[in-house]
């Protein structure tokens, strides 16, 4: 009876539970039955409303096996039906059935077995990779999201099982975005909430993996895919950044910054830099300009970093900027120069701190090597950005490095002080003009070398340091170089053989002979004087033979050769008779550079004759003065000066470089000579000649002033003598008075500033009627003149005054008529 009564039941239950039921065998190892299995399928498709029962039902077969942890088989063959109606099943009624399998997968998720954990993230992957047909509007993937990444990070004590549930984590992390992505109506994937979970998941799988085993970050040389986390984060990574689109690039690349922060990950910075290679590897290449402009405000984040994270940072974004030569950099290129040197300015500041007299007493202990180190990294960096823009943008970077330049000890800026941070930062200005300079390319010397920016680099060159004015002929050799020839020119020699040299000449073109009329001499002004300073070594003279082998192999056709000539005469009249007595050995050099330089352009411009006034010299010198040959000179560069004669000696003309020789060497090939006649004079520039104007107009100012103060009556007294200290009594006088002046400047600024607005106009209503009253009282005197004696009659007699209009002129006043 009872077993009928059970009978009786089991007809009684619903078509769709019976099929359900019948998938199950009664030993789970036996697996699924697929024959029950296919009809279950055929009833769920020929009858797609009970496709949400069906889901519902197998949802609570699934809890109940997964409470009794005795019965994980039947939960394994459960997961097996879902996925294999899922993948026959596209109705309209499909969402129903997919809120009831995500609660199956988000209870697996639950479970604390880890392959329970496993076995919802594969079966929540095939999900992902379903295109639905209807879309879904309420379903959301928070759970999933703070699940996949929580699986990520998981720890346990045996290595495989570790593994596999980072891998499924991963793997469930790729699902969500392959899913959501590309879904309009899930959009919010790309909040911040999501990526701070998603994105260090991801990297911490990448951190952990070993440097034999990272694989490069180019895209181009992928190895074989292997199933282990770091391998599977990275394409999980590069899958979401290739996804990404203009306004969701920032909340990608924010979290990774994040973490580099939180692990200190800046310091050693191999990771770091992988990251930013597989992030603009991965982006599209319209983009690059927004990963730079983060990680420069990135950088100015850390500004009061210690050195090293702040060189991480700034080592990052050199391996950015090399990647985005090829895409874009985005409108704002003076600001990223601008940041860089900003944060190289600050950087003197701080390596001055460091190296204080009590280092320890400061706020930072910052390290002056790491400030160094940091230093070389950010001029690293402003050549590496230079080298990706075009030439007129680089043209305008060195405009732009040169307007930072402070000029202390100049007539331009005579408050700034000299040494300390500003000699620091002098070196470093210069040093990242010169590799901004060298990669710079253009096809006439009037773009390399404007006007402007020619100015503002040889304007306080001269009062720079040695090590400054050796950077400042770099940089003009860099420019000047247009052929590859200042490699050649580097090493002085005399009589060099030019076959062996391969330098490269070409004609010169119109552009460059109007641009050396209009600033040669301003470069052998530079030139000239620059070879005159006492703290010049080998150094400084091996770059002056060049910049002057540079222009004679430009110019050597030219009245700019002649030029040259006339100030290596200069030099050699400089070293035997200057007004400034130099050392020995800047003398002795002074003499071998200028023989090298006839030497070398006597081989350039093909003159017999020139070449053989100077193998005379040689031999002579060898024979009677061997130290006054650059080959011997120049070959240790710390020969004691007292271990070479005196150059103040007199010297027999068979050791020197003679003008008659030249002239008449050059005059034989053409040449105009006449030039060579006319001793070197240095060009004054604007400013030496406003000096000089405002010398000569302060003498005469207090000349007259003295004048004026002598007495007008009676016995004239003798005139005051003009000395040393009448002088400096008036300077400093002057001086006085343009404090008075700027001091009154200011408190009138001041005052329109801070002053409230009905006090300044009652002030200006005040002036402007006590204006108004004099012009009116002008206008009186001008309109109604006072009655003169015969125009008018005393108001005595009550007669009014006659206007000068009305008056009758005699006769003799009368206008004259002329008879023809």
Known sequence: MTSGCCCCCVALRPRYKQLVDNIFPECPADGLIKANMEKLTFYALSA???????????????????????RHGFVFIAMDALDRLLLACHSQSINLFVESFLRMVAKLLECSEPQLQVLGTNSFVKFANIEEDTPSYHRSYDFFVCKFSSMSHQVYDDPETCNSVRIAGIKGLQGILRKTVQDELQGNIWEVQYMDKIVPSLLFNMQQADEAES?????????ERAENPACLAENCLRELLSRSAYGTIHSVVQPILTHLDNHKLWVSNTFAVRCFKIVMYSIPPQHYHLVIQQLLSHLDL???EVATVRAGVVQAFTEAVIIAAS?????????????????????????????GPDPRSSLNAYSVQEEQMFQESLVTTIGSFADILPDYQRSEIMHFIMSKMPLPGSRLMPDVPRGGSTELTQTLLLRSLLRVASGYHCGHLAGALSGSFLDALLSGALAFEPQHRLLVMKIIQVLLDRHGNRESLENISVLPDVATLNLRKEKCSRQDLIFMKKYGQQLLRYVYLSSQC???????????????????????GEDIALDLFRVAFAMQDVALEGEEPLSVFSCSALLALTLAFAGLLGRITAVPALSQHVAQIVEARQIQAPHLLPENLFKDPQLPPYSMPNIQQHLDNSLLLLNSKVSEALGGCGYAIERLSTPYQPQLTDEDCLSKRRSTIET?????????????????????????ETLKKAIVDSTS??????????????????????????????????????????????????????????????????????????????PAVVRL
């Open 534 to 556: 006492e703290e010049n070594g080998s150094d400084m003279f091996r770059a002056l033979y060049c910049t002057m082998g540079l222009l004679g192999l430009d110019f050597a």
């Open 48 to 70: 797609p409303e009970k496709l949400d029962r069906i889901g519902a039902y197998l949802a609570a077969r699934l809890s109940y096996d997964v409470a009794r942890h005795t």
């Open 737 to 814: 008075r343009d404090e008075q002046e700027k001091e009154h400047r200011r408190q009138v600024l001041e005052h329109f500033r801070k002053a409230p607005f009905e006090d300044i106009a009652s002030q200006c209503e005040a002036r402007a009627n006590l204006l108004q009253n004099k012009l009116n009282q002008i206008f009186d005197m001008t309109i109604r003149p006072p009655p003169s004696p015969s125009g008018s009659v005393g108001t005595s007699n009550g007669q009014r005054s006659i206007p000068v209009y009305e008056m009758n002129l005699p006769d003799l006043c009368q």
């Open 327 to 355: 895409g874009s950099i985005g409108p704002t290129v003076l600001e990223v120069f601008n940041t860089l040197l900003r944060h190289l300015r600050l950087s003197v500041d701080y390596q001055l701190q460091s190296s």
């Open 700 to 724: 005469i100012s207090i000349q007259v002033e003295m004048e004026s103060h002598s007495p007008e009556h009676g016995q004239k007294t003798p005139a005051e003598q003009i000395t040393f």
């Open 215 to 223: 694989r490069s970050p180019s895209p181009l040389q992928l190895p």
């Open 302 to 304: 850390h500004g009061r």
